[in-house]
């Protein structure tokens, strides 16, 4: 049974039986053998595992600590998996910090050790069978006890590497869409009398307005007040801090950048207008479709005489309108609040070329690096991008 699950756990590998001996070789290459004690560490545990656990009495209760130990993450789950169903008379208990395993365990009670005082005083809790976040995000930021902030992308995106700075206080999170982490919030927030933990999120703008960014930052949801986090990385005081380090002129690189984008929104103009006019009228779509009566009839006339209110025109001009004085009075603030053109704006800014950083990436790993340094310039870009975070909108 101990050959059977060892293989099973590991299928690029044999062992081979031999008379006081146990030897291992690579699948098909039997003539390759090599003797049990020269298994590597991983190969060993496993077997140990299997060995302990299938000579284990009937119905015992099996203490396994730190169960990832020396055993690569993509075997825990299955070697555990095949060892638990050779054994169902045994109950198991896991101790492990590995989040993906604990999860793993489907059917398992969960406890969260979060300390102990000594003298057999531990402190913990016994998370709920089903919460309304997935359990592996809810362990792992329990994990953490700090406050947490969900976040869009991914641990790779520009939103995760610059808050992660900025926020070292906070156990951020990554989950993708902005829909994922306004949920998120809700639902940890909701969980708060059970885990004390608050939880916040940071979505980026986009083409919300004034009244959406009050309405989040109510549910602690953060708002940019920039279109998307892209835009973070030109900011003034960021590019200014940039071009200090680089030993260029950082007013005569600012003004190129501002120079560079407006002209850039400006040939983008009607593309943007068209953006913002058509969540516009997906909001103005949404008002006309709430209705008072309750008779069909005079359901389908209420919601007609909505739609056919909506002057779309009018939205239309009011929008362009807003854009086109953007442009004549080179406001360079509003303009990175309103252009949402991912992984164009950099490019078109030639802040790299004007700091000589080779390309967009090497300018945020560089804008990071700035910030982690602890200096009047890191201090001065996580205060300018922090002040561009909308947290208590009126």
């Given at each position: ?11 690029h ?23 049990a ?16 656990v ?5 119905n ?13 993450k993509?075997l ?17 208990v896991?101790?492990?910090h ?114 959406d ?18 835009n ?29 984008l407006l002209?850039?929104f ?11 006019f ?51 009075t ?30 967009k ?6 804008v ?27």
């Amino acid at each position: 049974m101990v050959q059977k699950i060892w293989e099973a756990t590991l299928p690029h590998r044999r062992l081979l039986k031999k008379a006081g001996v146990i030897e291992t070789y690579p699948a098909g290459q039997e003539r390759n053998s090599y003797n049990a004690t020269e298994m590597s560490d991983g190969e060993r545990v496993i077997f140990y595992l299997i060995g302990e656990v299938v000579c284990a009495p009937e119905n015992s209760i099996l203490i396994i600590d730190e169960p990832e130990m020396h055993i690569h993450k993509s075997l825990v789950k299955k070697l555990f998996d095949l060892i638990e169903n050779e054994r169902l008379d045994c109950s198991f208990v896991y101790l492990t910090h590995d989040i993906d395993f604990a999860f793993s365990r489907q059917t398992a009670t969960k406890i969260w050790a979060k300390s102990y005082d000594g003298s057999n005083v531990w402190d913990y809790e016994i998370l709920a069978e089903e919460t309304p976040i997935p359990e592996q995000l809810y362990l792992e930021v329990l994990g953490s006890r700090k406050p947490v902030v969900f976040l869009e992308g991914d641990n790779s995106s520009i939103d995760y590497e610059l808050y992660n700075q900025i926020y070292s206080d906070y156990t951020l999170k990554s989950l993708g869409s902005c829909e994922k982490v306004i949920h998120s919030v809700k639902s940890f927030n909701e969980q708060n009398g059970f885990h004390h933990i608050e939880s916040f999120g940071i979505i980026d703008r986009d083409r919300r307005v004034n009244e959406d960014v009050v309405r989040l930052n109510a549910k602690s949801i953060w708002v940019l007040d920039v279109a998307e986090s892209e835009n973070l990385l030109l900011l003034e005081d960021v590019v200014k801090s940039v071009c200090e380090h680089m030993g260029k002129n950082a007013n005569e690189v600012f003004e190129a950048v501002k120079t560079n984008l407006l002209s850039f929104f400006s040939s983008q103009l009607e593309s943007q207008v068209l953006l913002h006019f058509k969540e516009a009228l997906r909001r103005k779509m949404i008002e006309a479709s709430n209705f008072e009566t309750r008779e069909i009839g005079e359901v389908i006339g209420e919601v007609d005489a909505n739609f056919t209110s909506i002057n779309k025109q009018e939205i239309y001009d009011g929008i362009r309108l807003e854009f086109e004085q953007i442009i004549n009075t080179k406001d360079f603030v509003s303009m990175l609040r309103v252009f949402n053109l991912k992984n164009a704006l950099i490019p078109n800014s030639n802040i790299c070329e004007l700091t000589d950083v080779k390309n967009k990436r090497g300018y945020l790993k560089l804008v990071v690096t700035l910030l982690k340094r602890n200096n009047s310039i890191s201090e001065k870009i996580s205060k300018a991008i922090d002040e561009r975070i909308v947290k208590n909108a009126t």
